[in-house]
């Protein structure tokens, strides 16, 4: 059976254990804004636009506000920053501020660490005098775009927010994962992604000063929503934000766009080998250490030659260097949805060997084409890869275990298409667009619906 024969049809099943009846209110929905730094640049770009426009095809009264916008969508607005020569010297000044407060604390190869950011912005409070009215505020990746300090330390009592979380930083002294060090919840500081300055370097100050501001903050105010049940629990770890209500709402998608599609075909449009035996690693930055491609690597050099017509084909900013000889298609950059359903398609299947990661859209879009994953078992990957039902879940960092585990696949062309049938069945039944538009419709209505406690 092809794959591209794989069901399409929706399950109408899956009803989350800790969800609440569905709403029965009639009321009209809220107005939203969201609010990011873009609006399809980036993973995290990504998933907010794809909220944002599962909710305008719900019917609600949808919109954002980006400081770069890469689409011409109309329902999105882009920030534009005052020409004047005052406003224009004090976006110079405050960025050779921030600069001078990174410049000293970022390692000179910080382009293979994860990205770190402090939690001020060149625009201040500029943002606020343009941000569209709206009954929620839905926040979303908003590093260097929103300054902490003028945005969250001017806001009425009365307004609601729920923000989206793509990663960490909310809650930490600057780094977007930690990597595991866990200094989140105890002040950060002799952060281990900076230049050795003690226990009050960079990441203390900033963690401090976010401390501070969401302390002013009533509960009723903030309600966060992240993908994968792991990120919601690093947010109940956090002193800075554990006080907020969470919520898990997975990402969802269109389910029209990323579907099986025939094998062939695709392979003929990339270039790839009919008979090679494809594996595919998808990351906005190839490199990021995070990402665990360095891994991978050690992974294909211990298979290479048990596979034969091993293939692999990457995707992302910077082709990447094998350091072995492995057939290889780098495809470069690809937003397409069209394009990126095809090209999961086209592989047998899905290498996810993230070191920490929230809900990787990547392993989504793959099983929505029926394409099943090998990854390491951390973060929102096991919400994803139900091991030996969706894919295969191997201990973090074991590289061996990784590689064995591609063989497995590799080698059993039947297991693997059964695999792949599960993997449609659970993204109809879970991860949806629709599914991810009704849930924050009704946490948007319960939160409104709450009075604020001064």
Same mark, same amino acid.
């Given at each position: $059976?092809?794959?591209?024969?794989?069901?399409?049809?929706?399950?109408?099943?899956?009803?989350?254990?800790?969800?609440?009846?569905?709403?029965?209110?009639?009321?009209?929905?809220?107005?939203?804004? #969201?609010?990011?730094? &873009?609006?399809?640049?980036?993973?995290?770009?990504?998933?907010?636009?794809?909220?944002?426009?599962?909710? =305008?095809?719900?019917?609600?009264?949808?919109? $954002?506000?980006?400081?770069?916008?890469?689409?011409?969508?109309?329902?999105?607005?882009?920030?534009?920053? %005052? %020409?004047?020569?005052?406003?224009?010297?004090?976006? =110079?000044?405050?960025?050779?501020?921030?600069?001078?407060? !990174?410049?000293?604390? @970022?390692?000179?190869?910080?382009?293979?660490?994860?990205?770190?950011?402090?939690?001020?912005?060149? *625009?201040?409070?500029?943002?606020?005098?343009?941000?569209?009215?709206?009954?929620?505020?839905?926040?979303?990746?908003?590093?260097?775009?929103?300054?902490?300090?003028?945005?969250?330390?001017?806001?009425?009592?009365?307004?609601?927010?729920?923000?989206?979380?793509?990663?960490?930083?909310? /809650?930490?002294?600057?780094?977007?994962?930690?990597?595991?060090?866990?200094?989140?919840?105890?002040?950060?500081?002799?952060?281990?992604?900076?230049?050795?300055?003690?226990?009050?370097?960079?990441?203390?100050?900033?963690? !401090?000063?976010?401390?501070? +501001?969401?302390?002013?903050?009533?509960?009723?105010?903030? #309600?966060?929503?992240?993908?994968?049940?792991?990120?919601?629990?690093?947010?109940?770890?956090?002193?800075?934000?554990?006080?907020?209500?969470?919520?898990?709402?997975? &990402?969802?998608?269109?389910?029209?766009?990323? %579907?099986?599609?025939?094998?062939?075909?695709?392979?003929?449009?990339?270039? @790839?080998?009919?008979?090679?035996?494809?594996?595919?690693?998808?990351?906005?930055?190839?490199?990021?250490?995070?990402?665990?491609?360095?891994?991978? $690597?050690?992974?294909?050099?211990?298979?290479?030659?048990?596979?034969?017509?091993?293939?692999?084909?990457?995707?992302?900013?910077?082709?990447?260097?094998?350091?072995?000889? @492995?057939?290889?298609?780098?495809?470069?950059?690809?937003?397409?949805?069209?394009?990126?359903?095809?090209? &999961?398609?086209?592989?047998? +299947?899905?290498?996810?060997?993230? !070191?920490?990661?929230?809900?990787?859209?990547?392993?989504?879009?793959? $099983?929505?084409?029926?394409?099943?994953?090998?990854? /390491?078992?951390?973060?929102?990957?096991?919400?994803?890869?139900?091991? =030996?039902?969706?894919?295969?879940?191997?201990?973090?960092?074991?590289?061996?275990?990784?590689?064995?585990?591609?063989?497995?696949?590799?080698?059993?062309?039947?297991?693997?298409?059964?695999?792949?049938?599960?993997?449609?069945?659970?993204? !109809?039944?879970?991860?949806?667009?629709?599914?991810?538009?009704?849930? *924050?419709?009704?946490? &948007?209505?319960?939160?409104?619906?709450?009075?604020?406690? #001064?």
């Amino acid at each position: $059976m092809s794959r591209s024969s794989l069901s399409t049809e929706p399950i109408n099943q899956y009803e989350p254990a800790d969800s609440k009846a569905r709403s029965n209110d009639d009321r009209h929905p809220p107005k939203v804004v #969201h609010l990011s730094t &873009y609006d399809i640049a980036g993973g995290a770009a990504r998933a907010a636009y794809r909220l944002h426009a599962g909710l =305008r095809k719900a019917g609600v009264d949808s919109s $954002m506000f980006v400081r770069e916008a890469r689409t011409s969508d109309r329902s999105v607005i882009t920030f534009e920053p %005052t %020409t004047t020569f005052c406003g224009r010297a004090k976006r =110079r000044i405050r960025r050779e501020q921030i600069e001078r407060k !990174l410049r000293p604390s @970022i390692p000179p190869d910080s382009d293979s660490l994860e990205p770190f950011r402090i939690d001020c912005s060149e *625009y201040g409070a500029d943002i606020l005098s343009q941000l569209p009215s709206h009954d929620i505020l839905n926040l979303h990746w908003i590093a260097d775009f929103v300054d902490y300090p003028s945005f969250f330390g001017a806001f009425s009592k009365h307004t609601r927010i729920v923000w989206t979380l793509h990663d960490m930083n909310a /809650f930490t002294g600057g780094c977007h994962y930690d990597l595991g060090c866990g200094r989140f919840r105890d002040q950060c500081g002799e952060c281990p992604q900076l230049l050795g300055e003690g226990l009050n370097d960079l990441s203390h100050e900033i963690w !401090l000063r976010k401390k501070s +501001l969401f302390d002013q903050l009533s509960k009723e105010q903030i #309600h966060f929503a992240t993908p994968s049940t792991w990120l919601a629990e690093e947010v109940k770890r956090s002193p800075i934000v554990g006080r907020f209500p969470v919520s898990v709402i997975p &990402y969802g998608l269109d389910l029209t766009e990323f %579907t099986p599609r025939d094998e062939g075909s695709a392979r003929e449009v990339f270039g @790839i080998p009919h008979e090679a035996k494809v594996i595919l690693f998808v990351a906005d930055g190839l490199p990021l250490f995070r990402k665990g491609f360095e891994v991978l $690597m050690r992974a294909l050099k211990h298979i290479r030659g048990r596979i034969p017509h091993l293939h692999l084909v990457t995707v992302g900013h910077n082709s990447p260097d094998l350091g072995h000889r @492995i057939p290889h298609s780098y495809l470069g950059h690809i937003n397409n949805d069209r394009l990126l359903s095809n090209i &999961y398609s086209a592989a047998d +299947l899905l290498v996810i060997p993230s !070191l920490q990661d929230n809900l990787p859209n990547t392993v989504l879009e793959s $099983m929505a084409c029926g394409t099943p994953a090998v990854g /390491f078992e951390v973060g929102g990957i096991p919400d994803m890869i139900q091991h =030996r039902q969706t894919g295969l879940l191997v201990p973090p960092h074991e590289a061996d275990a990784l590689g064995a585990a591609m063989v497995e696949l590799l080698q059993n062309p039947e297991r693997r298409m059964a695999l792949g049938e599960n993997c449609r069945r659970v993204a !109809l039944r879970q991860f949806s667009l629709e599914e991810q538009a009704e849930r *924050y419709c009704q946490l &948007y209505t319960e939160i409104l619906s709450q009075p604020i406690v #001064h």
